[in-house]
């Protein structure tokens, strides 16, 4: 029993470490407005949909306008001719309802650029890029003058909500962004495989890991202390 609690906590440990590693190297969204020198280009499809939206542009984004929401939420993003040859990490737009990356020497978009991204709703490529997810992500797929417009995100898992063959008994499928879904327990399960039923005992979990935690930041100290001294 105290083994396998031992090895919750390592499991624990990394999982948390991994979080924040990965976010401290994802995009704000300041940042990826900053993706490509000079502001949307007018006239775009971005510019236009800005307007359409009563948006504001900032840089290469259009930042919703809308005083009950997020003053800093983007709706739109305008890279589309920034000479980009890969687009990797999109994470500060991950309510954005439009992008444009076409016009692009594109060779590569890593699979999981648009996980999450539950309101993209408009997708503009070179024609030569495939759509997010593949076609059946998508309600419209068209290619023309160069490029290729991938319109209204599908669900994933069919309903929100409904029970899916594709996740474990006692779970809901989710859309998690185009050609994503994820499994969450349904009420009263948890654990792997939502296979636990009952309350999530957090003090069993988190007590535990918060007391290595402390224990191994008590022992960096004292070695880094140690070599201070050293020195």
């Given at each position: 029993?105290?083994?396998?609690?031992?090895?919750?906590?390592?499991?624990?440990?990394?999982?948390?470490?991994?979080?924040?590693?990965?976010?401290?190297?994802q995009?704000?969204?300041?940042?990826?407005?900053?993706?490509?020198?000079?502001?949307?280009?007018?006239?775009?499809?971005?510019?236009?949909?800005?307007?359409?939206?009563?948006?504001?542009?900032?840089?290469?984004?259009?930042?919703?306008?809308?005083?009950?929401?997020?003053?800093?939420?983007?709706?739109?993003?305008?890279?589309?001719?920034?000479?980009?040859?890969k687009?990797?990490?999109l994470?500060?737009?991950s309510?954005?309802?439009?992008?444009?990356?076409?016009?692009?020497?594109?060779?590569?978009?890593?699979?999981?650029?648009?996980?999450?991204?539950?309101?993209?709703?408009?997708?503009?490529?070179?024609?030569?890029?495939?759509?997010?997810?593949?076609?059946?992500?998508?309600?419209?797929?068209?290619?023309?003058?160069?490029?290729?417009?991938?319109?209204?995100?599908?669900?994933?898992?069919?309903?929100?909500?409904?029970?899916?063959?594709?996740?474990?008994?006692?779970?809901?499928?989710?859309?998690?962004?185009?050609?994503?879904?994820?499994?969450?327990?349904?009420?009263?399960?948890?654990?792997?495989?939502?296979?636990?039923?009952?309350?999530?005992?957090?003090?069993?979990?988190?007590?535990?890991?918060?007391?290595?935690?402390?224990?191994?930041?008590?022992?960096?100290?004292?070695?880094?202390?140690?070599?201070?001294?050293?020195?």
């Amino acid at each position: 029993m105290k083994a396998s609690l031992a090895w919750t906590e390592i499991v624990a440990l990394i999982i948390i470490l991994k979080v924040c590693f990965n976010a401290s190297h994802q995009l704000t969204g300041l940042q990826v407005c900053s993706l490509c020198a000079g502001i949307v280009r007018n006239n775009s499809e971005v510019d236009r949909f800005c307007s359409s939206s009563a948006g504001r542009i900032d840089r290469r984004c259009c930042l919703s306008n809308d005083n009950s929401s997020d003053p800093e939420r983007i709706i739109g993003l305008d890279l589309s001719n920034c000479s980009l040859t890969k687009v990797e990490d999109l994470s500060g737009a991950s309510e954005v309802l439009m992008v444009d990356l076409s016009l692009n020497p594109i060779v590569n978009i890593s699979e999981k650029v648009f996980l999450g991204f539950l309101d993209l709703n408009y997708v503009f490529l070179p024609e030569d890029i495939g759509c997010p997810g593949g076609n059946v992500s998508w309600q419209q797929v068209t290619v023309e003058k160069g490029r290729r417009f991938c319109k209204g995100q599908t669900n994933m898992c069919n309903q929100t909500g409904q029970m899916s063959m594709s996740c474990p008994e006692n779970s809901l499928c989710c859309p998690d962004g185009p050609g994503f879904f994820q499994c969450k327990c349904s009420e009263s399960y948890h654990g792997y495989k939502c296979l636990r039923q009952g309350d999530f005992p957090p003090l069993k979990v988190f007590g535990p890991l918060a007391g290595s935690t402390v224990l191994i930041s008590f022992l960096l100290w004292v070695t880094q202390r140690r070599k201070a001294k050293s020195l």
